[in-house]
């Protein structure tokens, strides 16, 4: 069985750097694609991106293209999601999420993400 | 630009059906499968319907998605309801250039 284990929560003020990770355990491929998902509180899912582990080929939603960087480091098996300069619009929890060629499974368990001064 | 829309919230008694609407716009909801999500409160989403209609293995019959390409449009019917299906539901699917959508979410009361 796959699980994803993501970093801990983040707290970090705006103009800062970040880098959040999502490690895959168990029978995890490098076939396989990881996608990224802001939920920003109490909202919905937003889709930012996907990376492949094998290759790093990488889609952005138009939303969030130029805004995040997303990575991999495909000998351990992680995906990364990281920021230049946080706004305290980032604020949100981020999940991901191996995609398998039809549905987002398993999803990590989120990482809480809090950009205050 | 392919857009998913769901109503807020949806509430019955326990025991009862419910159906949720997932609306596509922008674009045919039927060029694409459609997901059905369900987060539990202080949870990450997991699968309740795949490509259209599938359940993963575990996921109770009382789960049911289909597609009505009339209407451009996707549903999940959780029948029998029980407290534990109190949760939000999202739809996913993919637009033309294959960018995933998440729809809008619907928050589902059990009363």
């Known amino acids: 069985e796959v699980q994803l284990v993501q970093s801990g929560a983040e707290v970090k003020e705006p103009g800062e750097s970040l880098k959040i990770s999502c490690k895959g355990f168990?029978?995890?491929?490098?076939?396989?694609?990881i996608g990224w998902v802001r939920q920003k509180p109490g909202k919905g899912l937003e889709w930012m991106g996907i990376i492949h582990l094998g290759d790093s080929d990488t889609t952005y939603s138009p939303s969030f293209q130029g805004q995040v960087t997303i990575s991999v480091d495909k000998s351990i098996g992680a995906a990364y999601l990281q920021w230049s300069s946080l706004k305290a619009s980032d604020t949100a929890i981020y999940y991901c999420?191996?995609?398998?060629?039809?549905?987002?499974?398993?999803w990590g368990q989120g990482t809480l993400v809090i950009v205050s001064s | 630009n392919f857009m998913l829309s769901q109503p807020h919230s949806v509430s019955e008694s326990p025991g009862k059906t419910v159906t949720i609407s997932c609306s596509g716009s922008?674009?045919?909801?039927?060029?694409?499968?459609v997901q059905w999500y369900q987060q539990r409160p202080g949870s990450a989403p997991t699968t309740v319907i795949y490509?259209?209609?599938?359940?993963p293995s575990g996921v109770p019959d009382r789960f049911s998605g289909s597609i009505d390409s009339s209407s451009n449009s996707a549903s999940l019917t959780i029948s029998g309801l029980k407290t534990e299906d109190e949760a939000d539901y999202y739809c996913?699917?993919?637009?033309?250039?294959?960018?995933?959508?998440f729809g809008t979410g619907t928050k589902v009361t059990v009363l």
């Open positions: 490509e259209d209609n599938h359940r």
């Open positions: 999420a191996r995609h398998s060629g039809v549905e987002f499974d398993p």
């Open positions: 168990g029978h995890i491929l490098t076939n396989y694609w």
């Open positions: 922008g674009g045919s909801i039927a060029s694409n499968y």
């Open positions: 996913q699917s993919y637009d033309s250039t294959d960018h995933y959508v």
